[in-house]
């Protein structure tokens, strides 16, 4: 199944080197990946394979963690010291989870736990020389600066605050890897976008990067998406179909909401992290052997999933090599207006005429958008701006009044309705509690949306959702005019 990756023609391109002081199992292995084709020396002392290492590039070196010269942590190091593109696999006759996320982490592609077949390395070996030919691929195209700015051009990780630029450092830090990351912030937050950077700064950045969200899909739906099927497999299976894993062979697979993943997909997940060993749903055999990246994201605490039952533990720790957490939006105020101004030009751009003036934020404005919670994180404060670029006029200076629906943090409890109980009192019935806070909200609202639209009532409708006659019905109900919403709390 291996030699489904690569051919012979490239096998014979690639240098190995294998790094154990057991000698059969050294001699072993070499004269195995010979007969598979590539180029490989073998070494039995540590210090003899630094020195090699030095001396000449390799492309994939194959190393025993647990040497007894010089540790097999400091021969990784040296090898991706003297040359980071080499992809290092681990092997261990003492398979912890913590050893090898620490090889994991320190550079390692992957690991292969002693004793192994001579199958299971010949597939793991295969999944790194396809590793390798992508690399290259990859460098190729980005030796072509167009090629490379276009790719460059596509994510814009945006941000000034240390927290967000600690994340942007770990990111652009593990992306040059294979390593396996674990994504989580609230939801909004971007964990798509840092998913995507990762991608294109790695060496896969030839390739695609296909996004799942785990969430949106039903269990059969879902595996079938991820897995593929063979015609008959269910009902309406009518013929074959890759599935997800397939099709991003040689790329990245970013899987949102991972925690919403189903219990039996998830093992089967697992397999093809293991191996890269994907069976198609309904087929009885191996249909595919697939080098894949996994980023994972969650809204979630993930440790809480794994302890609740949600999540295996075993698959969370092969996805968390390397955990990345992105920090709400409110916890980065100084991210807000830099967000905002580049908001408001992308979509100025994006809506209006390209000789029409952007219009600009006040400080007043600045100001009022720091105070809004951002309970939506990055999303909300978009599609915040979007709607205020939709509605303003060309070369205006934006006051805090004329952005839309914004949550104003201090003393404004929208989403709780704190700030539309405080004046009810507590020995009131409810059904006149009920109608006395509905009418506070509806003035309220209606004073928004009114001066949001700058009195324009087919604007007001709009972006309530509602027809004219329904707006002025609530006016009249109320006993407010277009002046009153214009002029009400100043």
Not at 195 to 219: G, T, Y
Request: hydrophobic share 40%; with cysteine; glycine share 8%.
């Amino acid at each position: 199944m291996a030699n489904q990756l690569v051919d012979a023609e490239v096998k014979s391109s690639i240098s190995v080197l294998v790094v154990d002081d057991e000698h059969t199992l050294r001699e072993s292995c070499g004269n195995l990946l010979r007969a598979e084709g590539y180029q490989v020396e073998v070494c039995g002392r540590g210090d003899d394979a630094q020195e090699l290492l030095r001396r000449k590039p390799f492309d994939l070196v194959l190393l025993d963690l647990y040497m007894s010269q010089v540790p097999g942590m400091e021969i990784l190091a040296s090898a991706l010291e003297a040359n980071p593109d080499t992809i290092v696999i681990v092997m261990t006759g003492n398979p912890s989870v913590e050893s090898s996320i620490e090889a994991l982490r320190a550079g390692a592609w992957d690991y292969i736990p002693k004793p192994f077949s001579a199958t299971h390395l010949q597939i793991l070996m295969g999944r790194a020389a396809h590793a390798v030919t992508v690399a290259r691929e990859s460098r190729a195209g980005q030796s072509d600066p167009l090629k490379s700015a276009a790719v460059d051009g596509r994510i814009n990780l945006l941000g000034v605050s240390a927290a967000f630029q600690r994340v942007v450092e770990l990111a652009r830090k593990v992306a040059r890897t294979d390593a396996s990351v674990f994504i989580t912030g609230e939801s909004g937050s971007g964990k798509e976008v840092i998913a995507q950077f990762i991608h294109h700064n790695s060496r896969r950045s030839s390739r695609e990067m296909i996004p799942l969200n785990c969430a949106a899909l039903p269990e059969t739906l879902l595996e079938s998406e991820m897995f593929g099927h063979v015609e008959g497999a269910f009902t309406g299976a009518v013929k074959e179909k890759i599935g997800l894993l397939e099709a991003a062979n040689g790329g990245t697979l970013f899987l949102d909401e991972l925690t919403e993943m189903p219990l039996p997909i998830q093992a089967k997940l697992l397999r093809v992290i293991q191996d890269g060993v994907v069976r198609r749903l309904g087929s009885t055999s191996t249909d595919a052997v697939v080098n894949v990246r996994f980023l994972a994201g969650t809204n979630e605490d993930p440790m809480a999933a794994v302890e609740k039952g949600k999540l295996r533990r075993d698959l969370y720790y092969r996805l968390r090599v390397v955990p990345i957490h992105i920090p709400p939006l409110r916890e980065r105020p100084e991210d807000i207006p830099v967000l905002a101004e580049h908001f408001l030009k992308q979509f100025w751009k994006q809506h209006r005429g390209a000789n029409e003036e952007a219009p600009r934020l006040t400080d007043q404005a600045i100001d009022a958008l720091l105070d809004c919670p951002w309970r939506g994180n990055v999303r909300e404060l978009r599609n915040v701006m979007e709607h205020s670029v939709v509605l303003l006029q060309p070369g205006v200076d934006i006051e805090a009044d004329q952005i839309p629906f914004i949550d104003r943090a201090e003393g404004a409890e929208v989403s709780g309705s704190g700030n539309l109980l405080r004046d009810v009192p507590l020995n009131q019935d409810y059904h006149t509690a009920r109608e006395q806070v509905l009418a506070e909200f509806e003035k309220g609202y209606l004073q928004r949306i009114v001066r949001t639209a700058r009195g324009n009532m087919s604007d007001a409708a709009r972006i309530a959702g509602v027809d004219r006659t329904t707006l002025y019905r609530l006016m009249q109900k109320h006993g407010l005019d277009r002046h009153d919403l214009l002029t009400r709390g100043d």
